[in-house]
């Protein structure tokens, strides 16, 4: 997979070639034509399906600004589920049923569709209902020219991994086409740096690991478990995050801006606060065509409850046709709704005025004071941040099983199983390679991800830095690591399973 990110990027640099090269007013063809070549080196049958329901979306887009809006909105929305059901779903819960009529005594015999998953179909779907969705709420009108429509639907640097970029963000872009944006170019470069550090120096090396673990998950300790599934949850990050940096820093090529979407979700200090962080265009893009459909927080306390929780199984649903994803929704959903929600409190408050007098009129309790807030406050930060972390690993054991029994049957034996020692130590660190040259894979692996969440830590969650270019020690810091400890063999690309 690791040929795929890096054939990618030579495609994408030999198109912005000819996309400066040709005159502005003809630019977004050239990303149309891309999309569509590209699109035909993974999926040549599957393109018609991709750009057929486009089309009949642009299509409707147009008509839901006549009579019968709601009508239209339908018809343009429904065959969009229908082919990510057909595709994606329909296999699952053909299954499903028949397994429940088999546990009842009914046995049916079960003929599973031979689909291949379209490349994309659960992003472009997702783009496309909020395009329809939009027009229908009025928030701008339909898109005239059906040749940038299709750009949107099909741009080759988001369709594998997102992110899932609104329509009027993209589609405004493409109108107002200027000369070549210099900084927005530098930003693109510097993405992309970022991007393939977190795949060929994180994610890549972490591969091996887990293979070693999932094969003998019976046989091993609790700490070399503990060890895989903290692992993993660097590794989905750094992969999917990785991936995201490259198709954003791609479309930052073509001086397209494109929205974040991960800021340092592993620094969150509770799960409301993670899914602010994570896949940010997909929780927004749950909450404004999902959860706000569904009522929000209109219709009381338990109503808003209820939503949430079908929120949460809708994202899980999307990850992924299995059980386990589904699980894996309602705990999240669950674990949302039983966080409490307080109020920031503001330097205005009553509180903080107190406290800020307090400390003005006796300065002898400033080095006192000093220790029980600032250092309390990280202190309960630091543990705020590992309790997240941890529960967030427990509920990525659910992608990383085949089914619900043998997520939580990994679970239990990391729990049960767990000894510390030096014969356990050295078994959780020799799954790298087997042999002793663990230790300097492992030593390697951590330190780089040590600098990495010191980038994180000084730069992502520094607001200052916003929509600013990566400094420049950071991006060669980070391309020398790739070109000394980059891992170009087996990529786990673990997203676009999902």
Aim: with cysteine; proline share 4%.
């Amino acid at each position: 997979m690791v040929t795929s990110h890096l054939l990618t990027l030579l495609f994408a640099l030999g198109t912005v070639a000819i996309y400066y090269i040709l005159p502005v007013r003809f630019r977004w063809a050239v990303l149309g034509i891309a999309s569509i070549v590209f699109y035909l080196s993974a999926e040549p049958l599957l393109l018609l399906l991709a750009s057929g329901t486009a089309a009949w979306t642009w299509f409707a887009g147009t008509q839901i600004t006549t009579a019968h809006p709601r009508r239209w909105l339908a018809i343009g929305i429904i065959p969009c589920i229908l082919s990510l059901f057909i595709f994606k779903y329909f296999n699952f819960f053909y299954t499903s049923i028949t397994d429940f009529f088999a546990l009842i005594g009914l046995p049916v015999h079960a003929d599973v569709l031979k689909l291949a998953l379209p490349l994309g179909i659960s992003y472009y779907t997702f783009k496309l209902i909020a395009y329809l969705v939009d027009i229908y709420r009025n928030k701008y009108k339909n898109e005239s020219h059906l040749g940038y429509f299709l750009t949107y639907a099909l741009f080759f640097p988001q369709i594998v991994c997102g992110p899932i970029q609104r329509p009027d963000d993209f589609l405004d872009q493409i109108h107002q086409q200027t000369s070549f944006n210099s900084t927005l170019f530098n930003i693109g470069i510097r993405r992309i740096i970022l991007g393939f550090f977190k795949i060929l120096v994180i994610a890549n090396p972490i591969l091996p690991y887990l293979n070693r673990v999932d094969s003998h998950a019976d046989s091993l300790s609790g700490l070399t478990l503990l060890c895989g599934s903290v692992l993993y949850s660097i590794l989905i990050y750094a992969d999917f995050s990785g991936c995201s940096d490259i198709a954003i820093g791609t479309g930052n090529l073509f001086g397209l801006k494109c929205p974040d979407n991960f800021r340092a979700p592993y620094f969150s200090k509770n799960i409301l606060e993670f899914w602010k962080r994570w896949h940010i265009s997909l929780t927004s893009w749950l909450k404004d065509y999902i959860y706000i459909s569904l009522g929000g927080n209109r219709k009381g306390s338990i109503r808003t409850k209820i939503n949430i929780i079908i929120t949460f199984l809708v994202s899980g649903l999307w990850h992924g046709a299995n059980w386990t994803f589904i699980f894996w929704g309602l705990l999240h959903g669950l674990w949302n709704v039983l966080t409490p929600r307080h109020k920031k409190k503001t330097s205005n408050s009553p509180s903080s005025k107190q406290e800020d007098n307090t400390t003005q009129s006796n300065p002898q309790t400033i080095p006192s004071q000093y220790f029980r807030v600032h250092i309390f406050k990280k202190f309960k930060s630091a543990c705020a941040i590992l309790a997240t972390f941890m529960g967030v690993t427990i509920g990525w054991q659910l992608f990383r099983s085949d089914n619900i029994s043998s997520a939580f049957h990994y679970l239990y034996r990391t729990v049960t199983e767990f000894h510390l020692s030096y014969a356990h130590i050295t078994e959780a660190l020799v799954q790298f390679t087997g042999d002793n040259t663990s230790l300097p894979i492992f030593m390697t692996l951590a330190l780089c991800v040590c600098l990495y969440a010191s980038f994180e830590k000084i730069i992502l969650c520094n607001p200052k830095y916003n929509d600013n270019p990566i400094p420049t020690a950071w991006v060669i810091t980070f391309f020398i690591l790739i070109l000394i400890f980059g891992n170009a063999g087996q990529s786990a690309f673990l997203y676009a399973n999902f």
